[in-house]
């Protein structure tokens, strides 16, 4: 019995190679009054942190921090990534992990801030016990969200203006994709099918990604679904509903060379309008699941799929 | 008598060694490279002016805050779990009795994650109810599986074991269906579910000591009336012990000590029957030896299972419960094999 149980510990990562500090370069003094002066204080998930200088050594635990860090022109204050933070290519990916850090780790890169995603929260305590500040940031929910995180890093890191400018920069892009779809498309809207995994979960219009079909003017099958309400915004449809819903358009969202025609040879699939016209689309998973300034290519290839299908 | 004292002091004198040695190691190793030179330096830089220490405040506070606690409440949740087993052990005159196998600790599991899961609408402080409800639970579950022992008819291993067996399957069944009713804490509860000291700081060990201390002292003032017991109930009797009185006060003492352990690393197996195990073997049978011993060395047997749980895939760490299970399951195995047509 205790044996079950434990089995899943088993399927924790192997990670077996100790990695060397990751060097970063001496603080960059001339660029401190790039927008900002310190102390600063900003709210994070969990309240009010103030931090007294600017950070020269950030680790960032979350592929999207990382990203926005980045793209706020905080690259360069970054001195380690966790193991997931593949982009931009120049990031410094290293092994320490986002889901289960290892306070120790961390310290060994003499951070002056860390950077951690809400399930990593309890780590935060320990890593505040020796004095190292710490951001919790919540996975965003809206387009908002990811306006506001990049501020408040740009904010934290002293990098205020730039990130304004980034933020603002993401937010006009997003609302000219926005504009342009709505106007391709005119009247219709539409259906589609958003496919987390081979288990048929889908997400609603409640969820990061729904958002993006909805402000699309796409009609999202999974809101009609039974339960979709009580289900936190990812409810497991049935093949028999999503047939009977017939979809416009379908988006694979997890990796797999044959994702798609796996999909697509699933028993009375071939009478699903999407599969017929050829609109089943995979996405880059890591962009579908970050909610980082890389949302605008989510957005675009979303739009790109959806006037496709139209035919305009 | 006296060279009988002897032998006993030069046990503990060995067993005191290994735990310091156990310790030290636990305090060197770890991510961060700290060298024990370079922590007796440091000692040194502190007490002579003027002099370098050779860790930096990051070091320091690293070993202090993360390090240290660490391995002290390691070292006290092993003494406690190997006390409460060799407890159990005398009081149910049964070599396989243990915290997990009588269901003290899925008891103290159920507790801790009701308080987990629902705690926050039921009290102000939820951190602090967690070992309250995880000694309550440990108490229930003792009781269910003695009695549902007992009630099968003999009063051998076999009944015992199976009774407890049954009580820790249904316990855990009600635990997995508390944490499907709360998905949200789900993760939380289950990394603690798995057994672990990483999150443990000084207020863990200062928040278990009070019951870790009052229930580890029942049980060693009572090591002479637990040699009583092993006479068998008769001859205690006829010796004027109260041998319902002494099981009670002993039992509640394990269980107090079990749930203290579990409150603050979680599920963490096998710790409980395999060190008495090993200090009977070294010992002898007398359980006034028995329980300081099995307190020494399983406080230093725990603070190595830890090292190893942070060491051999680190920076990921394994969970404690998993390393224990891996060293105690195929030794249960070995016990039962070497004491079945002893003790049914």
């Known amino acids: ?312 | 008598m006296k060279s009988r004292n002897a032998a006993a002091w030069a046990w503990f004198a060995g067993a005191a060694a290994f735990l310091v040695a156990a310790a030290l190691l636990g305090v060197a190793a770890g991510y961060a490279s700290i060298t024990p030179g370079q922590i007796a330096g440091t000692l040194v830089a502190k007490a002579v002016p003027g002099m370098e220490p050779p860790l930096n405040d990051r070091q320091l506070a690293v070993l202090v805050e993360l390090r240290l606690p660490r391995v002290v409440l390691g070292a006290m949740v092993g003494a406690l779990l190997s006390v409460a087993g060799a407890a159990y052990q005398g009081v149910f005159r049964n070599p396989l009795a243990d915290p997990y196998l009588l269901g003290a600790a899925g008891g103290a599991g159920l507790g801790a994650t009701l308080v987990m899961a629902f705690g926050a609408a039921w009290f102000d402080g939820p951190r602090a109810m967690v070992p309250v409800a995880a000694f309550t639970g440990a108490l229930l579950g003792v009781a269910a599986a003695y009695l549902l022992g007992r009630s099968a008819g003999r009063n051998g291993t076999a009944s015992l074991v199976l009774a407890g067996v049954a009580v820790s399957s249904f316990l855990s069944a009600v635990q997995t269906l508390v944490q499907q009713m709360r998905i949200d804490e789900l993760q939380r509860i289950y990394a603690w579910l798995l057994g672990g000291l990483a999150k443990g700081g000084w207020e863990d060990v200062a928040m278990v000591a009070p019951y870790a201390i009052l229930g580890t002292a029942v049980m060693l003032v009572c090591g002479r009336l637990l040699d009583l017991l092993a006479l068998g109930d008769e001859k205690a009797v006829s010796l004027g012990l109260n041998t319902t009185a002494v099981r009670l006060v002993v039992i509640g003492a394990a269980s107090l000590a079990t749930a203290s352990a579990v409150a603050v690393a979680g599920l963490i197996g096998f710790v409980g029957i395999v060190v008495p195990h090993v200090v009977r073997r070294l010992v002898g049978t007398g359980y006034r030896l028995i329980l300081p011993m099995s307190l020494l060395c399983g406080a230093g047997f725990l603070v190595l299972v830890d090292v190893l749980a942070r060491t051999v895939i680190a920076p990921a760490e394994l969970p404690l419960g998993v390393v224990t299970a891996f060293l105690g399951a195929p030794f249960f195995i070995v016990i039962l094999r070497t004491t079945r047509h002893r003790a049914t």
Request: hydrophobic letters at 40%.
């Open chain 1, 1 to 312: 019995m205790r044996i079950a149980r434990l089995a899943p510990a088993a399927l924790l990562p192997a990670v077996l190679v100790l990695t060397g500090c990751g060097g970063g370069g001496q603080p960059a003094e001339d660029k401190a009054d790039g927008g900002g002066a310190f102390p600063v204080t900003v709210t994070d998930a969990r309240g009010d942190v103030t931090l007294d200088a600017r950070p020269e050594r950030i680790v960032s635990l979350s592929p999207t921090s990382t990203e926005m860090l980045f793209a706020i022109g905080a690259g360069d204050q970054v001195a380690a990534a966790d193991e997931y933070s593949n982009y931009p290519e120049e990031a410094p990916t290293t092994e320490l992990s986002g889901f289960t850090p290892n306070v120790e780790a961390i310290a060994e890169e003499d951070p002056d801030l860390v950077i951690l995603a809400r399930d990593a929260e309890a780590s935060a305590d320990q890593l505040e016990k020796i004095d190292v500040p710490v951001l919790v940031l919540d996975a965003a929910q809206t387009f908002d969200d990811t306006y506001a995180q990049m501020r408040l890093l740009g904010e934290a890191t002293g990098n205020a203006e730039e990130a304004d400018a980034a933020a603002g920069e993401v937010e006009a892009d997003m609302e000219e994709i926005v504009a342009e779809t709505e106007e391709k498309l005119g009247d219709e809207s539409p259906t589609v099918y958003h496919e987390v995994d081979e288990g048929m979960y889908s997400a609603t219009s409640d969820t990061f990604i729904g958002q993006v079909y909805s402000e699309l003017g796409l009609t999202n099958i999974a809101d009609r679904a039974e339960g979709a309400a009580e289900s936190g915004g990812y409810p497991q449809l049935s093949p028999e509903f999503v047939v009977e819903e017939d979809p416009d358009l379908i988006f694979v969202a997890y990796p797999g060379g044959d994702a798609v025609s796996e999909l697509e040879k699933r028993d009375a699939f071939d009478t699903v309008t999407a599969v017929k016209e050829g609109n089943v689309v995979q996405f880059d998973e890591d962009i579908a699941s970050r909610w980082g300034p890389r949302i605008v290519d989510l957005v675009q290839s979303v739009s790109d799929a959806a006037l496709a299908a139209q035919g305009s």
